[in-house]
């Protein structure tokens, strides 16, 4: 079969997408993903999304990791919002699409994607005394359609690749998270509505440049450990920058959150698979 693609990058996260709203690709299954996300012998990205029709709204996102799994990626639907409008899906700024979380809504501003993300519960704190050797003793954990654990750190160097590797891995392949899988964020906080962060993402079971659903639970944790109602935080992250705006009660959810960022096509070809 020959695959017409496109590729997409959100502040350096890079995925594939498939235009499927004739049902073309519907055979694509956990190899062919695999195959297509390898930058060895595929094409390479973070990612698969394939735009499929959705009775009641512009479209169906589906993601799949490059390991076959599925999850939400905030980025990757960034793009996703940003390649259905290239492709005349919606007709105004504004669109709704389904994903494995529920309905979202997003706006295209400019070069710019504003996702509303779905409700989120207030952080747990997470004990990881039975994890060996990494000098954490706990962290926040929060589903932001991915499960994310928040490690804050003291210096811009514990972001670096190498200690975010292997603490990330040590964690997503301890016993505790090895079946069900977790993504690591490492924060330093600059300030109250300023923060950067270094990501593991399961799945890709590797760095990655950014993560829209890490970024985002990264702010609200800070949100919370401040007490800060509603507010926008800037998340630096390797590949750029992104915003998150949020309002919470302070007692039980954060809602009206957003993650705002660029979405940008890099370039389409075709191959056989």
């Given at each position: 079969m020959q695959i017409n693609f496109s590729k997409y990058q959100g502040t350096g996260n890079d995925f594939i997408l498939l235009y499927n709203i004739d049902g073309k690709y519907?055979?694509?299954?956990?190899?062919?993903?695999?195959?297509?996300?390898?930058?060895?012998f595929g094409?390479?990205?973070d990612g698969l999304i394939i735009l499929n029709k959705s009775a009641a709204h512009d479209f169906y996102m589906d993601f799949s990791n490059p390991d076959g799994s599925s999850s939400f990626c905030g980025n990757g639907a960034?793009?996703?919002?940003?390649?259905?409008?290239?492709?005349?899906?919606?007709?105004?700024?504004?669109?709704?699409?389904?994903?494995?979380?529920?309905?979202?809504?997003?706006?295209?501003?400019?070069?710019?994607?504003?996702?509303?993300?779905?409700?989120?519960?207030?952080?747990?704190?997470?004990?990881?005394?039975?994890?060996?050797?990494?000098?954490?003793?706990?962290?926040?954990?929060?589903?932001?359609?991915?499960?994310?654990?928040?490690?804050?750190?003291?210096?811009?160097?514990?972001?670096?690749?190498?200690?975010?590797i292997n603490?990330?891995?040590?964690?997503?392949?301890?016993?505790?998270?090895?079946?069900?899988?977790?993504?690591?964020n490492m924060v330093f906080e600059h300030a109250l509505?300023?923060?950067?962060?270094?990501?593991?993402?399961?799945?890709?079971?590797n760095e990655?440049?950014?993560?829209?659903?890490?970024?985002?639970?990264?702010?609200l944790i800070h949100a919370a450990k401040e007490l800060n109602h509603n507010g926008v935080i800037r998340v630096k992250t390797k590949g750029g920058l992104l915003q998150v705006s949020y309002e919470s009660n302070g007692k039980s959810k954060f809602t009206k959150v957003h993650l705002i960022g660029p979405a940008k096509f890099i370039y389409e070809g075709t191959i056989e698979i």
């Open positions: 519907n055979d694509i299954g956990e190899d062919e993903v695999k195959f297509l996300c390898d930058r060895k094409i390479g990205s960034r793009c996703a919002v940003k390649f259905a409008g290239d492709n005349g899906l919606f007709s105004s700024h504004n669109v709704s699409f389904e994903a494995i979380d529920g309905v979202h809504s997003a706006e295209l501003c400019g070069s710019d994607v504003r996702l509303e993300m779905a409700a989120v519960d207030l952080p747990e704190t997470i004990s990881l005394e039975a994890i060996d050797a990494i000098p954490f003793k706990d962290g926040f954990f929060m589903d932001t359609g991915s499960p994310h654990l928040i490690l804050n750190v003291d210096s811009l160097k514990e972001l670096d690749t190498e200690n975010l603490i990330g891995r040590q964690i997503r392949y301890s016993k505790t998270y090895e079946e069900i899988g977790i993504n690591v509505n300023e923060l950067s962060i270094a990501t593991y993402e399961r799945g890709v079971e990655t440049l950014s993560c829209g659903t890490g970024a985002t639970a990264c702010a």
